[in-house]
């Protein structure tokens, strides 16, 4: 059972550039969610899927897509990707509205 | 706007002695409030968590306090040990919107 995976674990892009984050869960669960982490910020909620076939807004979707076309995976697309996106970047599932379990992250440097 | 404020931003303990990390929060809709802890380079893991109905809740070494009134609440850490030395944070949730804090760098001294 290996829980939440996130690929890739690091990844350094050139601004305007364009890319896919995968996350994908073998709990079963229902809810996928994507976060950024930011030094001094804690965690911010950038999109959630409650379903195969639905995603979300969160707190800060800007910037980002997502797309959740088989419950286990949840994508986060970065159109053209900017400097004030470079961050760590986790996914989530939950199986409830409560427990949220994480993966290890993406480390995205945006030069 | 940070709907969570979490203090202090670091703490340093002594082996067995007692952190303590607060949290406030502002939106009454919360419902649920977890603790994660964090080490480096990996993803949050869930500590313990508490609903609004109940004022404490210990797991082991680890207590939440919870003061609704005052909407704030609060993590215990007894017999501090140096594996506990991480990054924590709180959050406050409702449904499909969780707010974290901007956590707490925690060292135990040995």
């Known amino acids: 059972n290996a829980g939440v995976t996130q690929t890739p674990k690091f990844r350094v892009l050139k601004t305007g550039q364009s890319m896919t984050l995968l996350c994908a869960q073998d709990m079963n669960h229902e809810y996928m969610y994507w976060y950024r982490q930011d030094p001094g910020m804690g965690l911010r909620l950038i999109h959630y899927?409650?379903?195969?076939?639905?995603?979300a807004k969160g707190e800060v979707p800007d910037g980002y897509n997502v797309s959740r076309l088989k419950k286990q995976n949840f994508l986060l697309g970065l159109e053209s990707a900017a400097p004030s996106q470079t961050s760590v970047y986790f996914c989530?599932?939950?199986?409830?509205?409560?427990?949220?379990?994480f993966g290890p992250g993406t480390r995205l440097t945006v030069l | 706007q940070q709907q969570v404020k979490q203090s202090p931003q670091s703490l340093i303990v002594q082996k067995g002695g007692i952190s303590i990390i607060n949290c406030a929060y502002e939106n009454t809709a919360f419902d649920y409030f977890p603790w994660y802890q964090q080490f480096p380079g990996k993803g949050p893991a869930l500590l313990i968590a508490?609903?609004?109905?109940?004022s404490e809740k210990k797991e082991g070494r680890f207590t939440i306090s919870f003061n609704k009134s005052a909407k704030q609440f609060s993590l215990h850490i007894m017999d501090s040990q140096p594996g506990d030395s991480a990054t924590y944070f709180c959050?406050?949730?409702?449904?499909?919107?969780?707010?974290f804090g901007a956590g707490t760098r925690l060292t135990v001294k040995p």
């Open positions: 989530a599932s939950s199986a409830a509205t409560d427990t949220q379990y």
């Open positions: 959050a406050a949730s409702k449904p499909h919107d969780m707010r």
């Open positions: 508490i609903r609004p109905d109940v």
């Open positions: 899927s409650v379903g195969e076939g639905t995603t």
